[in-house]
């Protein structure tokens, strides 16, 4: 039987903190005794995981005794808190301080990484992934080839030039440690893809995916659905402590990065692979930059006045 | 001075752990992981006068055997693993001296799905993030423990009081499992009749269970309008939702699956969550065997915090007794050793 005490079909407007609410068209949902997931819109916009990636750090930002983490998605900022420390009520009024705060400012402003991410397109270790899939579960055809077919391109020398000419945006992490969930920033690199159904059995470490869409790194070899387009050498996981990218966390990517995938030959992603696992390579990493949504928006709004074309080359 | 211990056999999947793990990343993908019923762990530690976050072991459904180099108090608790020290049958959830060149075995669990093993003065491992805890799946922190594997610990032997968990407070294993729930984020997806038919049966555990989800076989449920009438960038079926992070314990639908998240589980993706077990119930969980049934009660926000408070307290020197006397069996070896 479901309690009057706990059945709810809306939120409510005057809530306590410890049921559902909505603050200013925030929907504050807590999930047991030490999780609220806050949902900041319904649709998947930039401007909504902008504000969620905002939010997540403002809420850290005092950190307030009990406030133990907080994971920014897409549209969402899933808070992790100690209910023992910090009462769900307390929880609710620094939420709707920092979210009303938030909604005060003209602009949002985000702190964002460029991470330069080695990729040899069409490569041939993710070849044989497909073309194991294709011998042992069902046909497929070679992923470039349809990824661009379904797209309207050329092939795939195109797809790869399209894929690499953006920097690709890391909206949130997880799933499994470290995998980035990347949109191309471009709206002229926007791709279409459905996932692998059923999905694949195994796929290379570091195979560059594509589905829905979104771009994905494989971390580690494991299973996968999405469409497989290029590898890269370097890790974006790793436990080795003694690289420097990874000292302090064994993860690469963070909310808010954004990605630019650099082609390299065959002949680069043996040099580069060599070097990674020699301990020797150094991510180029620029970590200076802020990201702002209405200088985002205006550049975007260029792009349609000048057309549709797909940039040239390998630019930004 | 330090004592030391080594894996002779290393049972099914037997990990180093601590509590609560490695917390704060959960931004990043990474687990806390540490033990999957974290009241028997936590009471191993109090049982040998370690601090809470000691590095103690896991082991799964079949426990290992362990040769101590050096004299220690420990305490197993837990599944009831049929533990014996040289072959003679030693308590659970109770201290126990052991000797150097002893071996204990921890056989094939009768109930409950995890024992745990805790050594006074913790095990010494390298912190990784903070924690000693293992993410098998990750090899983070190393994987499940290998025949020759040794830990180091604290030499503490010394006076420690020899105590037991008082009946009262040892947890039951049964095979129906009662398990708290509150409502989750998506609690709004299922329609009446989904909700009401999720309370009401019995979710048989599937054999397709670790420590990265605890999967449940049932009935197929209903959802509501919220579920269907929505953005197609949620995805096709009635349980895809835009990608969000998951609670540590929540119940995710996976299409017609339902998957309790545990603390190796994802922290993120594309499947609601409308149910989630709180951090004072997580503990069932940890224990379930596959073929078991769980059973879920709905209960809100406020009582799920009094259940943390009650776990809280039953990790205190309260639920402790003193222990009885020692055995025959080890008080003549003991005379056996110093007769000579």
């Known amino acids: 039987m479901v309690s009057d005490a706990v059945a709810m079909e809306s939120p409510e407007p005057g809530f306590d903190g410890a049921s559902p609410g909505l603050i200013e068209g925030l929907r504050f949902l807590p999930a047991g005794d030490r999780f609220v997931l806050l949902e900041l819109g319904q649709h998947m916009e930039l401007p909504l995981n902008l504000r969620a990636i905002q939010l997540a750090d403002r809420l850290l930002e005092?950190?307030?005794?009990?406030?133990?983490?907080?994971?920014?998605?897409?549209?969402?900022?899933?808070?992790?808190?100690?209910?023992?420390?910090?009462?769900?009520?307390?929880?609710?009024?620094?939420?709707?301080?920092?979210?009303?705060?938030l909604l005060d400012e003209s602009d949002i402003v985000v702190p964002s990484r460029l991470i330069e991410i080695p990729v040899h397109y069409l490569d041939p270790w993710t070849k044989d992934c497909v073309e194991d899939y294709a011998r042992n579960i069902q046909p497929i055809e070679y992923n470039p080839s349809y990824v661009a077919k379904i797209n309207g391109l050329s092939?795939?020398?195109?797809?790869?030039?399209?894929?690499?000419?953006?920097?690709?945006?890391?909206?949130?992490?997880?799933?499994?440690?470290?995998?980035?969930?990347?949109?191309?920033?471009?709206?002229?690199?926007?791709?279409?893809?459905?996932?692998?159904?059923?999905?694949?059995?195994?796929?290379?470490?570091?195979?560059?995916?594509?589905?829905?869409?979104?771009?994905?790194?494989?971390?580690?070899?494991?299973?996968?659905?999405?469409?497989?387009?290029?590898?890269?050498?370097?890790?974006?996981?790793?436990?080795?402590?003694?690289?420097?990218?990874?000292?302090?966390?064994?993860?690469?990517?963070?909310?808010?990065?954004?990605?630019?995938?650099?082609?390299?030959?065959?002949?680069?992603?043996?040099?580069?692979?060599?070097?990674?696992?020699?301990?020797?390579?150094?991510?180029?990493?620029?970590?200076?930059?802020?990201?702002?949504?209405?200088?985002?928006?205006?550049?975007?709004?260029?792009?349609?006045?000048?057309?549709?074309?797909?940039?040239?080359?390998?630019?930004? | 001075m330090s004592g030391s211990l080594e894996i002779v056999k290393p049972g099914l999947q037997t990990t180093v752990q601590d509590f609560p793990g490695r917390v704060g990343f959960w931004r990043f993908g990474i687990p806390p992981s540490g033990p999957m019923d974290a009241l028997a762990f936590r009471l191993a530690n109090l049982l040998v006068g370690n601090e809470d976050g000691a590095a103690a072991i896991e082991m799964q459904f079949v426990g290992p055997s362990i040769r101590f180099r050096a004299g220690a108090h420990i305490a197993i608790t837990g599944g009831d693993c049929a533990p014996t020290l040289d072959e003679q049958p030693v308590a659970q959830w109770q201290t126990i001296e052991v000797r150097a060149g002893q071996i204990l075995s921890c056989s094939v669990m009768g109930t409950g799905a995890r024992a745990y093993l805790a050594v006074s003065g913790g095990l010494e491992k390298p912190l990784l993030m903070g924690s000693r805890a293992t993410f098998p799946r990750g090899e983070m922190g190393g994987g499940a423990l290998k025949a020759g594997d040794s830990f180091e610990f604290p030499d503490s032997s010394g006076d420690l009081r020899l105590v037991r968990v008082s009946q009262a407070c040892i947890p039951d294993y049964p095979s129906e499992i009662p398990v708290a729930v509150t409502r989750g984020p998506?609690?709004?997806?299922?329609?009446?009749?989904?909700?009401?038919?999720?309370?009401?049966?019995?979710?048989?555990?599937?054999?397709?269970?670790?420590?990265?989800?605890?999967?449940?076989?049932?009935?197929?449920?209903?959802?509501?309008?919220?579920?269907?009438?929505?953005?197609?960038?949620?995805?096709?079926?009635?349980?895809?939702?835009?990608?969000?992070?998951?609670?540590?314990?929540?119940?995710?639908?996976?299409?017609?699956?339902?998957?309790?998240?545990?603390?190796?589980?994802?922290?993120?993706?594309?499947?609601?969550?409308?149910?989630?077990?709180?951090?004072?119930?997580?503990?069932?969980?940890?224990?379930?065997?596959?073929?078991?049934?769980?059973?879920?009660?709905?209960?809100?926000?406020?009582?799920?915090?009094?259940?943390?408070?009650?776990?809280?307290?039953?990790?205190?020197?309260?639920?402790?007794?003193?222990?009885?006397?020692?055995?025959?069996?080890?008080?003549?070896?003991?005379?056996?050793?110093?007769?000579?």
């Open chain 1, 62 to 101: 005092e950190k307030v005794p009990g406030l133990i983490e907080t994971l920014p998605m897409f549209i969402s900022v899933l808070v992790h808190y100690d209910s023992l420390v910090l009462t769900p009520e307390r929880l609710r009024d620094l939420v709707r301080r920092a979210w009303r705060d």
């Open chain 2, 186 to 340: 998506h609690f709004d997806w299922l329609d009446d009749a989904g909700r009401e038919t999720f309370l009401a049966v019995p979710w048989k555990v599937s054999g397709q269970s670790d420590r990265t989800g605890i999967r449940l076989v049932g009935p197929k449920l209903s959802f509501s309008r919220r579920a269907v009438e929505k953005a197609p960038e949620n995805g096709p079926d009635p349980t895809n939702v835009i990608n969000t992070g998951y609670p540590i314990g929540g119940v995710n639908f996976c299409g017609e699956t339902l998957i309790v998240l545990p603390v190796d589980g994802p922290s993120q993706g594309g499947f609601i969550t409308p149910f989630v077990v709180p951090s004072g119930a997580l503990w069932k969980i940890g224990q379930a065997r596959p073929g078991q049934t769980i059973s879920f009660q709905l209960i809100p926000v406020n009582e799920a915090i009094n259940l943390r408070r009650g776990l809280e307290a039953l990790v205190s020197t309260a639920s402790l007794e003193p222990a009885k006397e020692e055995s025959p069996e080890s008080s003549r070896s003991l005379n056996g050793a110093f007769g000579k």
């Open chain 1, 155 to 316: 092939g795939p020398e195109e797809l790869a030039k399209l894929h690499s000419s953006t920097q690709h945006w890391v909206g949130g992490v997880g799933f499994w440690a470290g995998v980035p969930d990347m949109l191309p920033l471009d709206p002229r690199c926007r791709l279409s893809i459905p996932k692998y159904n059923p999905p694949r059995l195994w796929t290379v470490q570091g195979a560059i995916g594509v589905g829905g869409g979104f771009t994905s790194i494989y971390p580690i070899e494991s299973p996968g659905g999405y469409y497989l387009i290029g590898r890269t050498p370097v890790p974006i996981y790793s436990v080795d402590t003694r690289l420097p990218a990874f000292r302090e966390r064994a993860t690469l990517f963070q909310p808010g990065d954004r990605i630019k995938f650099r082609r390299i030959s065959f002949e680069e992603y043996e040099a580069i692979a060599a070097e990674a696992a020699a301990g020797a390579y150094r991510y180029l990493i620029w970590d200076y930059d802020l990201f702002s949504l209405s200088r985002y928006q205006a550049w975007t709004k260029g792009l349609q006045v000048n057309g549709d074309a797909a940039p040239e080359g390998d630019e930004a």
